[in-house]
């Protein structure tokens, strides 16, 4: 393991996950630039797990994280700039001498900061990881996608979309069509705008909460409508430039509150990789008829993208079919990507903004890893925000790092500021052990109403 990282992962105390100073030599990694300054945007766990890797970087000079939270305060400075800001971000860059910008949430990508900054002479020298706003529609757009896939040849499910002006043939089409069918909302709902009905009654209900009703506002003013495919589910990783792509470890995320997957959706209730059902077969079929004609497509059809690609897949039989795509890396998949990948990651994203992936590679850990989210009382409804967070200055384990996912820090106190609050994220020797230790620190952490799921990686334990 290198050395950075064992450093790294020896440095973690529970209170956060702690940053490590720059390391003075960098082993397997190789870059002839450094004291990068790098803005990330974003305030989720997702972002500080990438601050954490990002810091420990030879190359990182100053690390800012907008807006951040509690815990990505420890891995650099946090700064109050709205990441749907792109002036005040745009000159925030040009006064600190930031030379690179990762954007970790995907609204900023869909409203297309992006070409803002390509657009503008001064900030065209930034490096934005990200894809162009048409690269984004990839995730903005749910009929975007499928006509994409639809045009590239790759599996997914069959599908017809619906607006207002064609309603009524909406309702009569999902009359008759076969269950349980799946709903989803066109645009960004933040992750609540997909329904699998297991009724024609639902179904039509749906149909019309989210058409007339506007259910999800612009979100939802046209509608997907799918075939249900039946199978398990995990998710994939690369970074692209466009032309050349790495693959970077899977995951597997569990989106339902309840155990046993039972319950509504959440943005997610903890992740594991590696997944055991994708073997070097499954996974080549990935490769072959899903990222090699997705990448060839963005090529092909002239769309601007360098940056993270997100391909949500379910295993059906022996073969792999698209669910959706989405810019961004996930949450909290990026909880257990980021500890199995070994590469420096900032030397990694400044070869994908130089375009020089094809002379990349990536580096996983053998271990495997899990993250058990620590949610607020009541979500993924309502919930209360402003609850001490205790048992984050107690214990020191190693192999264990506990990121922030909506926390603030006031008086010298960790509260909560969200409905996912902490990510607890543990290596091990396979799955049932990283679970088990993450599962053994929660159980020193506590807030009113804390909440949280013991079944993570619940079919390999």
Not at 62 to 71: C, D, E, F, Q, V
Not at 137 to 149: D, H, R, T, V
Request: net charge negative.
């Amino acid at each position: 393991m290198p050395a950075i990282l064992t450093a790294a992962i020896e440095s973690v105390s529970l209170r956060s996950v702690g940053c490590p100073n720059r390391p003075s030599q960098i082993g397997i990694y190789a870059s002839n630039s450094y004291d990068m300054n790098v803005l990330l945007l974003g305030s989720g766990g997702r972002e500080h797990a990438l601050a954490w890797k990002i810091r420990q970087s030879a190359l990182c000079g100053a690390l800012y994280i907008a807006p951040g939270n509690a815990g990505t305060a420890q891995c650099g400075t946090n700064v109050d700039l709205d990441p749907l800001d792109f002036s005040a971000l745009g000159r925030f860059c040009l006064e600190q001498s930031v030379r690179m910008m990762v954007v970790g949430p995907e609204e900023p990508l869909v409203r297309g900061i992006v070409d803002f900054f390509a657009a503008d002479a001064a900030l065209q020298q930034i490096a934005v990881i990200g894809p162009s706003a048409r690269g984004a529609q990839l995730e903005g757009s749910k009929a975007f996608a499928k006509a994409f896939m639809q045009r590239h040849g790759i599996p997914t499910a069959d599908y017809r979309e619906f607006d207002l002006s064609n309603y009524s043939a909406g309702v009569e089409y999902l009359k008759t069509h076969a269950l349980p069918v799946v709903l989803k909302a066109d645009g960004l709902a933040a992750g609540k705008g997909v329904v699998i009905a297991q009724s024609h009654l639902e179904a039509i209900a749906e149909l019309e909460l989210m058409l007339p009703y506007a259910k999800f506002g612009e979100a939802s003013r046209k509608v997907v409508v799918e075939e249900y495919l039946d199978g398990i589910e995990l998710s994939l990783f690369v970074v692209t430039d466009g032309n050349d792509y790495l693959i970077l470890p899977e995951a597997k995320d569990y989106k339902r509150i309840g155990e046993g997957d039972t319950g509504l959706n959440t943005g997610g209730m903890g992740a594991v990789s590696p997944v055991p059902f994708a073997d070097a077969a499954f996974l080549e079929k990935v490769r072959t008829r899903i990222v090699e004609p997705t990448i060839q497509g963005i090529r092909q059809e002239g769309i601007e993208y360098r940056g993270f690609l997100f391909i949500g897949l379910t295993k059906v039989g022996d073969d792999p079919y698209v669910i959706e795509y989405n810019c961004r890396m996930g949450d909290p998949e990026t909880e257990v990507v980021i500890l199995r990948l070994q590469n420096d990651l900032l030397a990694l994203l400044q070869d994908l903004a130089a375009g020089r992936l094809a002379a990349s590679q990536v580096h996983t850990d053998p271990r495997a890893a899990a993250t058990v989210v620590l949610v607020s009382g009541g979500y993924p409804g309502p919930y209360e925000k402003g609850m001490e967070v205790d048992g984050l200055d107690i214990l020191r384990e190693d192999d264990v790092l506990v990121f922030h996912a909506g926390t603030q820090e006031q008086e010298q106190k960790i509260l909560t500021s969200g409905g996912r609050v902490l990510a607890v994220s543990a290596y091990g020797e396979d799955i049932p052990g990283a679970v088990r230790r993450s599962l053994r620190i929660i159980d020193f952490i506590g807030f009113d109403g804390m909440y949280f799921r013991r079944d993570i990686g619940h079919e390999f334990l």
